[in-house]
Each structure stands twice: as structure tokens, then as C-alpha cells.
């Protein structure tokens, strides 16, 4: 296996991960409540946890 003959200076390592850096979250806003959320994921309104719009379990539902 080939081996780099020099060591990678910390610039040139950090000029090539410029590009990594992690994408800004998109919010929307709930059609039924109001809230904003990040899409595509669960929220919680007060005790429910909803998702698209939608009531998926309660607090009283767990217990």
C-alpha cells in the first residue's frame, strides 16, 4: 500500500473539508396548529405528538 510521502499541512486538509459543513435546517409551518417544525420529523403541540398535521399519540393514550 502506498504511502504519502509528506505529512498534509493543516491548510490544504482544511481548504478540502470547506464543503462539509452540515446544511441549515428547513422549518415549515403546521396547517392544523400553527407550530414550525423541522420537516419531515415528529413535534410535539403541549402533550401530543403530531406529524403531518396528524395526532399520532397523547399523553393520556400512554399512560
Do not use: I, N, W
Not at 490544504?12 to 414550525?36: D, F, I, N, Y
Amino acid at each position: 500500500m502506498p504511502h504519502p510521502k509528506r505529512r498534509f499541512s493543516k491548510t490544504r486538509t482544511a481548504k478540502r473539508r470547506t464543503h462539509q459543513a452540515a446544511p441549515e435546517v428547513t422549518l415549515s409551518t403546521c396547517s392544523t396548529t400553527g407550530e414550525m417544525h423541522v420537516r419531515h420529523r415528529a413535534y410535539k403541540v403541549g402533550d401530543d405528538l403530531m406529524y403531518r398535521g396528524k395526532v399520532l399519540t397523547t399523553k393520556s393514550a400512554e399512560e
